[in-house]
């Protein structure tokens, strides 16, 4: 008994000691870091994460305060995910076990002392703590707009004289193109993003919504008449890994389209095509509609994956009305074309357009031959 009374009052000691960490005051010794974690195997982890850390010995106050907190056990995740009202939350952790974390799935770890002042420090720690608070710690995810990295970017544009560096190496293309270029070797999930991805990803970047590009912008950056940036370490560097699979590849992808054009000689497998792709179609249609996500939205891909494609198999040979079903697909094919010759989007999924546009001649083969025939 005597063990537990000594352990309470322990407890209680430690609290009037310390008293409420988020009301307390950082002392002069107080840092502040921007924490950028390298890229992982798994399609969440492809492009980074940013974190920021409080570090104060004097007051014993070691935190790591992360944005892309969110909550896998919320009713109807996927549909949320999808329609762009996903709740995502700031906590924090030890930064001990946050650098473990990494380490243990072997993701670098990147740190950068920022050069700031007193009064700085202070207001960004009393920022942080006042995002835990359960009125204001819920934010709607956005892939570009709002994620892990631009909270963070907000917290340090709100104390500093002039913006963090926007125009940085890498970071002054179309956000299409930035973001493809973390896909290297990964053909599939290249050819998904591009997919889904309408117009907005077509304009020139004006953010900083990734983390390596942000971890430059912050070394190009200046406090008043400082850098920004006092140091930068190396707190964990992965190891080398070979990501490369070699049925993931723009080659392989060609090939095995090549090899479904052959395959689509036959009727049946050309009706199952029509269909897949129509659904498809459907699927991007009513997904601009039903979303929230701006980059989602103006997605000229119903061109490509045309929901008419759905209807082709059912309708007669040689009916006028599948004449017309062609018609209007051929000329949206080639507006599909048209609206993206100067995007990276035509590329990527060029081997898909030809397999398409292939299989839709052998389906209307027989009516141009009659027509030929007639005339």
Known sequence: MKKVFALLFAVLLLQLTYGNTAERKLSEKA????????????????????????????????????????????PNFYGKFVKGDLLYFVDYENYKNFVVNYAYANRSVVEQELNLSVEQKQTIWTNLNQSLKEENRYYIY???????????????????????????????????????TYLKDRYFEKLGINLIFGNKVDHPSNLLFLPDKF???????KNGNQPLVKEEKNVFQSQPTDSYVWWNTYWFASLAMLILM????????????????????????????????????????????????IFIPFVKSLNKIKSILGIIVVIL???YVMLNFYSEKLIITLPLYLLTLVTLFLEFKPVLQNRVKNK
């Open 262 to 309: 052959v395959l689509t000689l036959n009727k049946t497998i050309r009706s199952i095509y029509f269909v897949c792709i129509g659904l498809f179609g459907w699927f991007f249609l009513l997904v601009g509609f039903y979303s929230l996500h701006g980059e989602i939205l103006l997605n000229n891909v119903v061109f490509l994956c045309n929901p008419l494609l």
């Open 215 to 221: 971890q430059l912008g912050l070394t190009q950056s």
């Open 142 to 180: 956005k892939f570009i707009d709002q994620n892990c990295t631009t909270k963070v970017v907000d917290i340090l544009n709100d104390v500093l004289p002039t913006p963090v560096e926007v125009a940085v190496k890498g970071n002054t293309a179309t956000y299409r193109s930035i973001l493809n």
């Open 333 to 335: 094919l080639i507006l």
């Open 31 to 74: 840092q502040i870091s921007v924490l950028t974690c390298g890229t992982g195997g798994e399609l969440y982890s492809l492009f980074g994460h940013t974190a920021i850390r409080v570090y104060d010995p004097a007051e014993g106050i070691d935190r790591v305060y992360n944005y892309g907190m969110f909550d896998f056990s919320t």
